[in-house]
Protein backbone atom coordinates (compact mmCIF):
# COMPACT_ATOMS: atom_id res chain seq x y z
CA UNK A 1 0.00 0.00 0.00
CA UNK A 2 1.60 3.56 -0.83
CA UNK A 3 2.01 5.92 2.08
CA UNK A 4 0.98 9.55 1.73
CA UNK A 5 4.69 11.07 0.79
CA UNK A 6 4.50 8.34 -2.15
CA UNK A 7 1.30 9.29 -2.89
CA UNK A 8 2.18 13.16 -3.48
CA UNK A 9 5.81 12.21 -5.44
CA UNK A 10 3.51 10.09 -8.24
CA UNK A 11 0.74 13.27 -7.85
CA UNK A 12 3.76 15.39 -8.86
CA UNK A 13 5.67 13.21 -11.18
CA UNK A 14 3.09 13.70 -14.39
CA UNK A 15 3.22 9.99 -14.93
CA UNK A 16 0.12 9.47 -13.26
CA UNK A 17 -2.85 7.69 -15.79
CA UNK A 18 -5.76 10.28 -16.13
CA UNK A 19 -8.39 7.93 -14.27
CA UNK A 20 -6.54 8.77 -10.92
CA UNK A 21 -5.96 12.10 -11.84
CA UNK A 22 -9.82 12.96 -12.12
CA UNK A 23 -9.72 10.81 -8.69
CA UNK A 24 -7.33 12.94 -7.32
CA UNK A 25 -8.98 16.00 -8.52
CA UNK A 26 -12.67 14.57 -6.78
CA UNK A 27 -10.95 13.83 -4.10
CA UNK A 28 -10.02 17.30 -3.77
CA UNK A 29 -12.81 18.89 -4.35
CA UNK A 30 -14.36 16.62 -1.21
CA UNK A 31 -11.85 17.30 0.69
CA UNK A 32 -12.57 21.30 0.11
CA UNK A 33 -16.29 20.60 0.83
CA UNK A 34 -15.77 19.32 4.05
CA UNK A 35 -13.68 22.34 4.87
CA UNK A 36 -15.92 24.93 3.99
CA UNK A 37 -18.68 22.49 6.55
CA UNK A 38 -16.36 22.22 9.50
CA UNK A 39 -16.04 26.10 8.65
CA UNK A 40 -19.63 26.51 8.37
CA UNK A 41 -21.05 24.17 11.50
CA UNK A 42 -18.01 24.70 13.89
CA UNK A 43 -15.20 27.24 12.71
CA UNK A 44 -17.66 30.25 11.76
CA UNK A 45 -19.56 30.07 15.00
CA UNK A 46 -16.58 30.03 17.33
CA UNK A 47 -14.99 32.95 14.93
CA UNK A 48 -18.21 35.36 15.50
CA UNK A 49 -18.54 34.23 19.29
CA UNK A 50 -15.03 36.00 19.73
CA UNK A 51 -15.82 38.85 18.01
CA UNK A 52 -19.04 39.38 19.84
CA UNK A 53 -17.25 39.10 23.07
CA UNK A 54 -14.32 41.51 22.02
CA UNK A 55 -14.48 45.21 23.60
CA UNK A 56 -12.72 46.62 20.46
CA UNK A 57 -15.84 47.78 18.12
CA UNK A 58 -14.05 47.77 14.99
CA UNK A 59 -13.87 43.99 14.43
CA UNK A 60 -17.70 43.48 14.78
CA UNK A 61 -18.02 45.29 11.33
CA UNK A 62 -14.78 44.35 9.90
CA UNK A 63 -15.34 40.71 10.99
CA UNK A 64 -19.22 40.78 10.65
CA UNK A 65 -21.65 37.15 10.07
CA UNK A 66 -21.50 38.45 6.07
CA UNK A 67 -17.56 39.06 6.30
CA UNK A 68 -16.78 35.58 7.94
CA UNK A 69 -19.84 34.09 5.55
CA UNK A 70 -17.53 35.30 2.40
CA UNK A 71 -14.51 34.15 3.72
CA UNK A 72 -15.95 30.93 3.63
CA UNK A 73 -16.46 30.34 0.23
CA UNK A 74 -12.99 31.75 -0.74
CA UNK A 75 -10.92 28.79 1.60
CA UNK A 76 -11.90 25.84 -0.46
CA UNK A 77 -11.25 27.65 -3.78
CA UNK A 78 -8.06 28.52 -2.02
CA UNK A 79 -7.85 24.63 -1.03
CA UNK A 80 -8.24 23.44 -4.97
CA UNK A 81 -5.79 26.11 -6.22
CA UNK A 82 -3.36 24.65 -4.18
CA UNK A 83 -4.07 21.08 -4.52
CA UNK A 84 -4.26 21.65 -8.35
CA UNK A 85 -0.27 21.25 -9.79
CA UNK A 86 -0.94 17.63 -7.24
CA UNK A 87 -4.17 16.32 -9.48
CA UNK A 88 -3.13 17.18 -12.99
CA UNK A 89 -0.36 16.98 -15.05
CA UNK A 90 1.14 20.20 -15.97
CA UNK A 91 1.26 22.35 -19.49
CA UNK A 92 -1.82 20.91 -20.60
CA UNK A 93 -5.03 22.71 -22.04
CA UNK A 94 -7.17 21.46 -19.55
CA UNK A 95 -4.30 22.23 -16.50
CA UNK A 96 -4.04 25.62 -18.37
CA UNK A 97 -7.92 25.97 -18.07
CA UNK A 98 -8.48 24.90 -14.89
CA UNK A 99 -5.59 26.92 -13.47
CA UNK A 100 -7.38 30.16 -14.97
CA UNK A 101 -10.44 29.64 -14.18
CA UNK A 102 -10.03 28.47 -10.50
CA UNK A 103 -7.54 31.95 -10.66
CA UNK A 104 -10.17 33.59 -11.47
CA UNK A 105 -12.65 32.80 -9.30
CA UNK A 106 -10.32 33.49 -6.26
CA UNK A 107 -9.83 37.04 -7.33
CA UNK A 108 -13.77 37.32 -7.95
CA UNK A 109 -14.05 35.98 -4.24
CA UNK A 110 -11.63 38.31 -2.87
CA UNK A 111 -13.11 41.32 -4.37
CA UNK A 112 -16.38 40.16 -2.68
CA UNK A 113 -14.73 39.43 0.43
CA UNK A 114 -13.76 43.45 0.30
CA UNK A 115 -16.50 44.67 -0.85
CA UNK A 116 -18.21 42.75 2.46
CA UNK A 117 -15.57 44.56 4.38
CA UNK A 118 -16.21 48.30 3.05
CA UNK A 119 -19.74 47.56 3.55
CA UNK A 120 -18.97 46.92 7.23
CA UNK A 121 -16.68 50.11 7.30
CA UNK A 122 -19.39 52.13 5.88
CA UNK A 123 -21.92 50.71 8.52
CA UNK A 124 -19.62 51.49 11.32
CA UNK A 125 -18.72 54.78 9.88
CA UNK A 126 -22.23 55.77 9.95
CA UNK A 127 -23.27 53.90 13.14
CA UNK A 128 -20.16 56.64 14.58
CA UNK A 129 -21.42 59.53 13.04
CA UNK A 130 -23.99 61.67 14.82
CA UNK A 131 -24.89 63.87 12.11
CA UNK A 132 -26.15 61.12 9.71
CA UNK A 133 -23.55 62.50 7.20
CA UNK A 134 -24.03 60.50 3.45
CA UNK A 135 -20.65 58.38 3.50
CA UNK A 136 -22.76 55.28 1.70
CA UNK A 137 -21.65 56.93 -2.10
CA UNK A 138 -18.05 56.97 -1.13
CA UNK A 139 -17.72 53.48 -0.13
CA UNK A 140 -20.11 52.44 -2.90
CA UNK A 141 -17.82 54.43 -5.45
CA UNK A 142 -14.52 52.40 -3.24
CA UNK A 143 -16.67 48.97 -3.89
CA UNK A 144 -17.14 49.81 -7.58
CA UNK A 145 -13.64 50.74 -8.21
CA UNK A 146 -12.55 47.04 -6.58
CA UNK A 147 -15.01 45.31 -8.71
CA UNK A 148 -13.60 47.17 -11.85
CA UNK A 149 -10.24 46.18 -10.94
CA UNK A 150 -11.00 42.56 -10.17
CA UNK A 151 -12.94 41.73 -13.32
CA UNK A 152 -9.64 43.69 -15.72
CA UNK A 153 -7.77 41.07 -14.20
CA UNK A 154 -10.42 38.32 -14.51
CA UNK A 155 -10.23 39.33 -17.98
CA UNK A 156 -6.26 39.35 -18.46
CA UNK A 157 -5.83 35.90 -16.49
CA UNK A 158 -8.64 34.15 -19.24
CA UNK A 159 -6.66 35.77 -21.83
CA UNK A 160 -3.37 35.91 -20.59
CA UNK A 161 -2.70 39.48 -21.38
CA UNK A 162 -0.84 41.89 -19.30
CA UNK A 163 -3.90 43.96 -16.99
CA UNK A 164 -1.92 47.02 -18.11
CA UNK A 165 -1.99 46.28 -21.92
CA UNK A 166 -5.96 45.44 -21.28
CA UNK A 167 -6.34 49.04 -19.79
CA UNK A 168 -4.23 50.60 -22.42
CA UNK A 169 -6.67 48.65 -25.11
CA UNK A 170 -9.98 49.86 -23.03
CA UNK A 171 -8.97 53.35 -23.50
CA UNK A 172 -11.17 53.39 -26.91
CA UNK A 173 -14.25 52.13 -25.12
CA UNK A 174 -14.00 54.62 -22.05
CA UNK A 175 -15.89 57.17 -24.25
CA UNK A 176 -18.94 54.75 -24.60
CA UNK A 177 -18.83 54.21 -21.01
CA UNK A 178 -19.03 57.12 -20.09
CA UNK A 179 -21.79 57.92 -22.70
CA UNK A 180 -24.18 54.78 -21.50
CA UNK A 181 -23.18 55.08 -17.72
CA UNK A 182 -23.37 58.66 -17.42
CA UNK A 183 -26.14 59.15 -15.17
CA UNK A 184 -24.16 56.18 -12.76
CA UNK A 185 -21.07 58.70 -13.02
CA UNK A 186 -22.73 61.81 -12.63
CA UNK A 187 -24.48 60.35 -9.56
CA UNK A 188 -21.14 59.50 -8.10
CA UNK A 189 -19.47 62.64 -8.49
CA UNK A 190 -22.26 64.27 -6.88
CA UNK A 191 -22.78 61.62 -4.09
CA UNK A 192 -18.84 62.19 -3.17
CA UNK A 193 -19.17 65.64 -3.64
CA UNK A 194 -22.84 65.69 -0.91
CA UNK A 195 -20.56 63.58 1.59
CA UNK A 196 -17.69 65.94 1.24
CA UNK A 197 -19.71 69.41 1.61
CA UNK A 198 -22.16 67.81 4.37
CA UNK A 199 -25.14 69.03 2.38
CA UNK A 200 -27.81 66.44 3.32
CA UNK A 201 -28.35 63.66 5.96
CA UNK A 202 -30.55 60.68 6.37
CA UNK A 203 -33.11 61.73 8.48
CA UNK A 204 -33.19 65.40 7.20
CA UNK A 205 -36.16 67.50 5.98
CA UNK A 206 -35.78 68.46 2.12
CA UNK A 207 -38.01 70.29 -0.43
CA UNK A 208 -37.58 70.34 -3.86
CA UNK A 209 -40.76 72.19 -5.05
CA UNK A 210 -40.13 71.38 -9.01
CA UNK A 211 -40.21 67.74 -8.25
CA UNK A 212 -43.03 67.73 -6.08
CA UNK A 213 -40.65 66.11 -3.32
CA UNK A 214 -41.20 67.96 -0.14
CA UNK A 215 -40.50 65.12 3.39
CA UNK A 216 -37.83 63.06 5.17
CA UNK A 217 -34.78 61.49 3.85
CA UNK A 218 -34.90 58.07 4.08
CA UNK A 219 -31.51 56.83 2.11
CA UNK A 220 -28.35 58.05 0.29
CA UNK A 221 -26.86 55.59 -2.04
CA UNK A 222 -24.78 55.97 -4.78
CA UNK A 223 -27.05 56.32 -8.27
CA UNK A 224 -31.06 57.34 -5.64
CA UNK A 225 -31.94 59.37 -3.14
CA UNK A 226 -35.30 58.35 -1.51
CA UNK A 227 -37.40 60.62 0.32
CA UNK A 228 -40.50 59.61 2.11
CA UNK A 229 -42.77 62.54 1.67
CA UNK A 230 -45.76 63.96 4.09
CA UNK A 231 -48.03 61.93 1.91
CA UNK A 232 -46.35 58.88 2.65
CA UNK A 233 -45.47 58.66 -1.08
CA UNK A 234 -41.66 57.96 -1.33
CA UNK A 235 -39.72 59.60 -4.21
CA UNK A 236 -36.57 58.65 -5.67
CA UNK A 237 -34.31 60.97 -7.49
CA UNK A 238 -30.49 60.86 -8.41
CA UNK A 239 -28.00 62.79 -6.43
CA UNK A 240 -27.03 65.03 -8.94
CA UNK A 241 -30.21 66.96 -9.21
CA UNK A 242 -29.01 68.06 -5.77
CA UNK A 243 -26.46 69.72 -7.47
CA UNK A 244 -27.90 70.82 -10.11
CA UNK A 245 -31.04 72.95 -9.01
CA UNK A 246 -31.72 74.36 -5.68
CA UNK A 247 -33.35 72.37 -2.94
CA UNK A 248 -34.18 73.55 1.46
CA UNK A 249 -32.82 71.50 3.80
CA UNK A 250 -35.11 72.31 6.98
CA UNK A 251 -32.40 70.10 9.08
CA UNK A 252 -30.88 72.97 10.79
CA UNK A 253 -33.89 74.19 11.65
CA UNK A 254 -34.93 71.06 13.37
CA UNK A 255 -31.56 71.36 15.53
CA UNK A 256 -32.07 74.81 16.62
CA UNK A 257 -35.79 73.73 17.44
CA UNK A 258 -36.45 77.19 16.01
CA UNK A 259 -39.10 77.45 12.95
CA UNK A 260 -40.25 80.96 11.89
CA UNK A 261 -43.69 81.63 11.34
CA UNK A 262 -44.20 84.77 8.80
CA UNK A 263 -48.14 85.38 7.68
CA UNK A 264 -49.14 88.66 6.27
CA UNK A 265 -52.64 90.16 7.37
CA UNK A 266 -53.93 92.73 4.79
CA UNK A 267 -55.82 95.61 6.49
CA UNK A 268 -58.42 97.87 5.07
CA UNK A 269 -56.75 101.21 4.45
CA UNK A 270 -60.61 102.74 5.31
CA UNK A 271 -59.84 101.32 9.16
CA UNK A 272 -56.48 103.36 9.52
CA UNK A 273 -57.00 106.46 11.82
CA UNK A 274 -55.64 108.44 14.03
CA UNK A 275 -56.29 106.93 17.78
CA UNK A 276 -58.78 108.90 19.37
CA UNK A 277 -58.53 109.07 23.14
CA UNK A 278 -61.83 106.76 23.53
CA UNK A 279 -60.26 104.15 21.72
CA UNK A 280 -57.10 104.15 24.24
CA UNK A 281 -58.73 104.49 27.41
CA UNK A 282 -60.97 101.53 26.02
CA UNK A 283 -57.94 99.15 25.35
CA UNK A 284 -56.44 100.23 28.95
CA UNK A 285 -59.54 99.05 30.31
CA UNK A 286 -59.69 95.65 28.65
CA UNK A 287 -55.62 95.09 28.92
CA UNK A 288 -54.66 95.73 25.17
CA UNK A 289 -53.01 99.22 25.46
CA UNK A 290 -49.11 98.93 24.95
CA UNK A 291 -47.46 102.58 26.17
CA UNK A 292 -44.62 103.95 24.26
CA UNK A 293 -41.48 102.33 25.53
CA UNK A 294 -42.69 98.90 26.28
CA UNK A 295 -41.52 97.22 23.00
CA UNK A 296 -37.97 97.26 22.54
CA UNK A 297 -36.87 99.47 19.57
CA UNK A 298 -40.18 101.36 19.71
CA UNK A 299 -40.80 104.30 18.14
CA UNK A 300 -42.25 107.51 19.97
CA UNK A 301 -44.81 109.60 18.59
CA UNK A 302 -46.92 112.17 19.88
CA UNK A 303 -50.01 111.29 17.06
CA UNK A 304 -50.85 107.77 18.24
CA UNK A 305 -52.49 105.94 15.30
CA UNK A 306 -54.64 102.26 15.65
CA UNK A 307 -52.50 100.91 13.18
CA UNK A 308 -49.26 101.27 15.64
CA UNK A 309 -51.08 101.02 19.03
CA UNK A 310 -51.81 97.38 17.45
CA UNK A 311 -48.20 96.42 16.24
CA UNK A 312 -47.45 97.23 19.78
CA UNK A 313 -49.50 94.80 21.15
CA UNK A 314 -48.73 92.15 18.96
CA UNK A 315 -45.50 92.34 19.59
CA UNK A 316 -46.00 92.70 23.28
CA UNK A 317 -48.31 89.25 22.69
CA UNK A 318 -45.39 87.85 20.82
CA UNK A 319 -43.10 88.18 24.00
CA UNK A 320 -44.99 86.85 26.36
CA UNK A 321 -45.41 83.20 24.99
CA UNK A 322 -43.38 80.82 26.51
CA UNK A 323 -43.37 79.11 23.13
CA UNK A 324 -41.92 82.17 20.82
CA UNK A 325 -38.32 82.16 20.67
CA UNK A 326 -37.38 85.72 21.89
CA UNK A 327 -33.64 85.40 21.63
CA UNK A 328 -34.46 85.53 18.27
CA UNK A 329 -36.50 87.98 16.11
CA UNK A 330 -40.02 88.84 16.49
CA UNK A 331 -42.01 91.96 15.10
CA UNK A 332 -45.22 93.27 13.55
CA UNK A 333 -44.43 95.81 10.29
CA UNK A 334 -45.99 97.33 7.83
CA UNK A 335 -45.28 95.99 4.27
CA UNK A 336 -45.36 97.17 0.69
CA UNK A 337 -49.01 98.63 0.37
CA UNK A 338 -50.87 97.64 -3.05
CA UNK A 339 -54.38 97.53 -4.40
CA UNK A 340 -55.23 94.73 -1.61
CA UNK A 341 -54.85 96.83 1.29
CA UNK A 342 -52.02 97.05 3.49
CA UNK A 343 -49.79 94.37 4.51
CA UNK A 344 -49.19 93.60 7.95
CA UNK A 345 -46.19 90.92 8.79
CA UNK A 346 -46.31 88.41 11.57
CA UNK A 347 -42.48 87.62 12.08
CA UNK A 348 -41.19 85.23 15.07
CA UNK A 349 -39.85 81.95 15.77
CA UNK A 350 -41.58 78.82 17.83
CA UNK A 351 -39.17 76.77 19.61
CA UNK A 352 -41.01 73.13 18.81
CA UNK A 353 -40.50 72.52 15.01
CA UNK A 354 -42.52 69.52 15.11
CA UNK A 355 -45.02 70.09 11.69
CA UNK A 356 -48.05 69.10 13.24
CA UNK A 357 -47.40 71.28 16.45
CA UNK A 358 -46.13 73.89 14.32
CA UNK A 359 -49.42 74.21 12.65
CA UNK A 360 -51.59 74.13 15.93
CA UNK A 361 -49.24 77.40 17.47
CA UNK A 362 -49.59 79.35 14.10
CA UNK A 363 -53.06 78.60 13.49
CA UNK A 364 -53.29 79.94 17.72
CA UNK A 365 -51.04 83.26 17.13
CA UNK A 366 -53.01 84.36 14.15
CA UNK A 367 -56.31 83.55 15.33
CA UNK A 368 -56.03 85.77 18.71
CA UNK A 369 -54.47 88.38 16.54
CA UNK A 370 -57.37 88.30 13.71
CA UNK A 371 -59.96 87.99 16.51
CA UNK A 372 -58.34 91.19 18.56
CA UNK A 373 -57.70 93.26 15.85
CA UNK A 374 -61.18 94.69 15.50
CA UNK A 375 -60.89 96.29 19.58
CA UNK A 376 -58.30 98.69 17.55
CA UNK A 377 -60.91 99.53 15.07
CA UNK A 378 -58.97 97.95 11.93
CA UNK A 379 -60.55 95.68 9.72
CA UNK A 380 -59.40 93.00 7.35
CA UNK A 381 -59.63 93.45 3.87
CA UNK A 382 -61.18 90.70 1.79
CA UNK A 383 -62.55 90.47 -1.67
CA UNK A 384 -66.41 91.02 -1.98
CA UNK A 385 -68.37 88.14 -1.74
CA UNK A 386 -71.82 86.93 -3.12
CA UNK A 387 -73.43 87.55 0.66
CA UNK A 388 -72.59 91.59 0.34
CA UNK A 389 -73.47 92.30 -3.17
CA UNK A 390 -77.25 90.85 -2.04
CA UNK A 391 -76.52 92.99 1.20
CA UNK A 392 -76.15 96.22 -1.37
CA UNK A 393 -79.24 94.78 -3.42
CA UNK A 394 -81.30 95.11 -0.54
Sequence with gaps: MMTLDEWVALLGSGKIEQTTQIIALVSVLILATLIMLIYEKWIRKILVKLVSTSHNTWDDYLLSEKVLRALGYFIPSLVVFQALPYCIEGNTLFSIMMYRILLSAIVLQVAFLLGQMISGVNDKVQASDKNNRP???????ITLVVWVLSVI????ILIDKSPWKLLAGLGGAAALMMLVFQDTIKGLVAGVQLAVYDMIHV?????????????????????????????????TIPPYVLMTDTFQNYNKMSQERARRIMVELLIDFNSVRLASSELEESLKAKGLYVAPGEIEADVEDSKMVNLTLFMRYVEKYLSEQPFVCTDKYYMARVRKPSATGLPIEIYCYISNSEWRHFEHTQSRVVEHIVAVMTEFDLRIFQSPSGMDVVSLKN
Excluded at 153 to 156: F, H, K, R, Y
Design 135 to 141: TAGIFQM
Design 153 to 156: VVIS
Design 203 to 235: GDWIALPKYGIDGSVQEVTLNIIKVRNWDNSVA
